[in-house]
């Protein structure tokens, strides 16, 4: 009895967890946003939300536990102008995989499965923080299909040890990590507090950044080709912007562009400066 009772609990908490992602997503639908879950094979199934617009397809990878409705400000700009899709990560969101705890290169594996599915074969990947990891993945193998490289609260990091141990000391304290990451943090409630807690203690959130993920980052930017836009918050504490500087350096055909009183969600803090920043900047490039 006890099993089944305890068992009953967890059900409980997880189908309220899906409860308030679904109506994030009911949410976006009211703004004609669609969404849809796609058997990818391997185990996962994606979930994305997507707007139609012209143009390349705008694939929008979100920062590690965040759900693909942290670009539904973003999507509802780019409504009609833009084609765009955001995706949920595996293990957060309302993807779903077989594998609680994806390593940084499951993560790329899953987002090629479901390319693979896609009619759009011209892309501009645009992606936050994580995100930008396995964007940049993909631009590197796929030159000829990426027309463009966005990254943002995205940098080359020289210390990766340091810096993750730092990161996970500041996710332990749900305040700290959205003082660090915002430049008006959202007001602390305990709905708040309850959904950082989950997101920041699931498996998925600690297994990305293994060891070969961490070596990986500090040649994340070698042999990219295609044309690269960081856009970096000037209060991000968790990849300062002189970080995405020193990225752009590194490559033949990059650029980055700050944006002041805003912090490592930049497209979630200023999305409408975001989307005129990114279309200004594929103008230039001849997108």
């Known amino acids: 009895m006890l099993i089944k009772s305890l068992s009953g609990i967890v059900e409980t908490e997880r189908a309220a967890e899906v409860s308030e992602l679904e109506r994030l997503v009911c949410l976006q639908e009211s703004y004609s946003i669609q969404r849809e879950l796609i058997d990818t094979g391997n185990g996962f199934k994606q979930h994305t939300l997507r707007v139609k617009g012209k143009g390349p397809l705008w694939i929008m990878l979100p920062a590690l536990g965040n759900p693909s409705t942290s670009w539904s400000s973003t999507l509802r700009?780019?409504?009609?102008?833009?084609?765009?899709?955001?995706?949920?990560l595996a293990g957060f969101g309302l993807s779903q995989s077989s594998n609680d705890a994806p390593s940084y290169v499951d993560h790329v594996e899953f987002t090629l499965q479901f390319l693979e599915t896609l009619e759009e074969q011209e892309w501009v990947l645009v992606a936050n923080?994580?995100?930008s990891m396995i964007a940049t993945e993909?631009?590197?193998?796929?030159?000829?299909?990426?027309?463009?490289l966005v990254c943002t609260g995205f940098g080359l990091v020289e210390d990766v040890d340091s810096?993750?141990?730092?990161l996970k000391k500041m996710s332990s304290n749900p305040e700290q990590f959205l003082a660090?990451?915002?430049?008006?943090?959202?007001?602390?409630t305990p709905a708040l507090e309850d959904l950082l807690n989950d997101v920041l203690s699931r498996p998925a959130y600690h297994s990305f950044l293994d060891e070969?993920?961490?070596?990986?980052?500090?040649?994340?930017f070698d042999g990219v080709k295609v044309p690269t836009l960081f856009i970096a918050g000037n209060h991000d504490q968790i990849i300062p912007p002189e970080w995405s500087e020193k990225?752009?350096?590194?490559?033949?055909?990059?650029?980055?562009?700050?944006?002041?009183?805003?912090?490592?969600?930049?497209?979630?803090e200023r999305p409408e400066e975001f989307v005129w920043v990114v279309e200004d900047f594929l103008n230039k490039v001849a997108m």
Request: glycine share 6%.
């Open 138 to 148: 993909i631009a590197r193998r796929y030159p000829e299909k990426v027309k463009a």
């Open 212 to 220: 070969y993920a961490r070596k990986s980052m500090a040649t994340t």
């Open 77 to 88: 700009s780019l409504q009609g102008r833009h084609n765009a899709i955001a995706l949920d």
């Open 247 to 268: 990225a752009a350096e590194k490559l033949e055909n990059a650029t980055v562009t700050r944006l002041s009183r805003c912090g490592h969600f930049s497209a979630s």
């Open 180 to 188: 660090a990451a915002y430049y008006h943090p959202p007001k602390m």
């Open 129 to 131: 923080s994580a995100g």
């Open 163 to 166: 810096w993750w141990g730092d």
